[in-house]
């Protein structure tokens, strides 16, 4: 089931608990928890709805402008399927989140090892678990299809390839491309895999950016912006001001830098020593 970034965050934030969907058979089951950019994000009920019925606590609940609008988005693709009414909430983070960050004992690296080594034997095209974590080692936040390419494959298989690393909490993925986890490091370490992000200086320190998509990601990072912190140093004016900022992308800045609890700087033209006085 696909969703857009700022329903997953408006999910998260508790403003959405229900989407709608044409579907010509129910494609998810109550109780199914689904892995997203935000965390966790369960189905709580699926039931099939006729449009006329919808009302506009049930748009606002979508996350609709409005009915009308709740209704021509459903009605622009698929229009002959039949609607499901979806009921969604957040289920907390990620349990990848905590595990990329265990980092394993000789026994449990061992045991890592051995699952790759059987994902290496059942591949028709050869050994790849370790060529894929080295190569994400030396080039993280590469676009995926430029290391499919480095790496011989097509995109897509490349893609489902990681997926399998991710599950066992040996890699992250990020806006852009991916980055190994350091337990995906400690498995290549104990093995002794020459590794390029070895010698890599550690990151600056402070908290990272959250998810805001690609376009964002780039702008910033192209900023010299990498941390929160960083971001508080500039106002939100000159922070939507850069191309690929839209209003998501604020909009879960903004919310980072809250829980935080840091805030973008004053933009001298609102605050209110820039305000003339009329005395």
Request: proline content about 8%; cysteine-free.
């Given at each position: 089931?696909?969703?857009?970034?700022?329903?997953?965050?408006?999910?998260?934030?508790?403003?959405?608990?229900l989407?709608?969907?044409?579907?010509?058979?129910?494609?998810?089951?109550?109780?199914?928890?689904?892995?997203?950019?935000?965390?966790?994000?369960?189905?709580?009920?699926?039931?099939?709805?006729?449009?006329?019925?919808?009302?506009?606590?049930?748009?606002?609940?979508?996350?609709?402008?409005?009915?009308?609008?709740?209704?021509?988005?459903?009605?622009?693709?698929?229009?002959?399927?039949?609607?499901?009414?979806?009921?969604?909430?957040?289920?907390?983070?990620?349990?990848?989140?905590?595990?990329?960050?265990?980092?394993?004992?000789?026994?449990?690296?061992?045991?890592?090892a051995?699952?790759?080594?059987?994902?290496?034997?059942?591949?028709?095209?050869?050994?790849?678990?370790?060529?894929?974590?080295?190569?994400?080692?030396?080039?993280?936040?590469?676009?995926?299809?430029?290391?499919?390419?480095?790496?011989?494959?097509?995109?897509?298989?490349?893609?489902?390839?990681?997926?399998?690393?991710?599950?066992?909490?040996?890699?992250?993925?990020?806006?852009?491309?991916?980055?190994?986890?350091?337990?995906?490091?400690?498995?290549?370490?104990?093995?002794?895999?020459?590794?390029?992000?070895?010698?890599?200086?550690?990151?600056?320190?402070?908290?990272?950016?959250?998810?805001?998509?690609?376009?964002?990601?780039?702008?910033?990072?192209?900023?010299?912006?990498?941390?929160?912190?960083?971001?508080?140093?500039?106002?939100?004016?000159?922070?939507?001001?850069?191309?690929?900022?839209?209003?998501?992308?604020?909009r879960?800045?903004?919310?980072?830098?809250?829980?935080?609890?840091?805030?973008?700087?004053?933009?001298?033209?609102?605050?209110?020593?820039?305000?003339?006085?009329?005395?």
């Open positions: 089931m696909q969703m857009r970034p700022a329903e997953l965050a408006a999910i998260r934030a508790g403003d959405i608990d989407a709608f969907r044409r579907w010509e058979r129910p494609r998810v089951k109550p109780g199914t928890r689904m892995r997203t950019a935000v965390g966790l994000v369960e189905i709580t009920s699926v039931d099939r709805v006729p449009v006329r019925t919808l009302t506009a606590a049930d748009a606002r609940r979508a996350g609709a402008a409005s009915l009308t609008a709740l209704r021509q988005g459903l009605d622009r693709l698929h229009a002959d399927r039949p609607v499901y009414r979806i009921g969604l909430k957040y289920a907390g983070a990620d349990p990848r989140q905590a595990l990329r960050e265990a980092v394993p004992d000789a026994a449990e690296t061992e045991t890592i051995a699952w790759l080594d059987r994902l290496d034997r059942a591949s028709p095209t050869g050994p790849w678990t370790r060529a894929t974590l080295l190569l994400i080692d030396e080039l993280p936040a590469t676009r995926a299809p430029e290391l499919a390419e480095r790496m011989g494959r097509d995109t897509p298989s490349f893609k489902q390839n990681v997926r399998k690393l991710k599950e066992r909490g040996l890699t992250e993925s990020l806006d852009i491309g991916y980055r190994l986890s350091p337990r995906g490091a400690a498995v290549l370490d104990h093995e002794g895999h020459p590794r390029a992000g070895r010698d890599r200086p550690e990151p600056e320190p402070g908290i990272p950016l959250p998810h805001l998509g690609a376009a964002a990601t780039r702008a910033l990072t192209a900023r010299g912006v990498t941390r929160l912190e960083q971001v508080a140093e500039l106002s939100a004016a000159e922070v939507q001001a850069l191309h690929g900022v839209g209003p998501y992308a604020l879960h800045l903004r919310a980072a830098l809250d829980e935080a609890g840091l805030a973008f700087r004053a933009d001298p033209a609102t605050s209110p020593s820039a305000t003339p006085s009329t005395t």
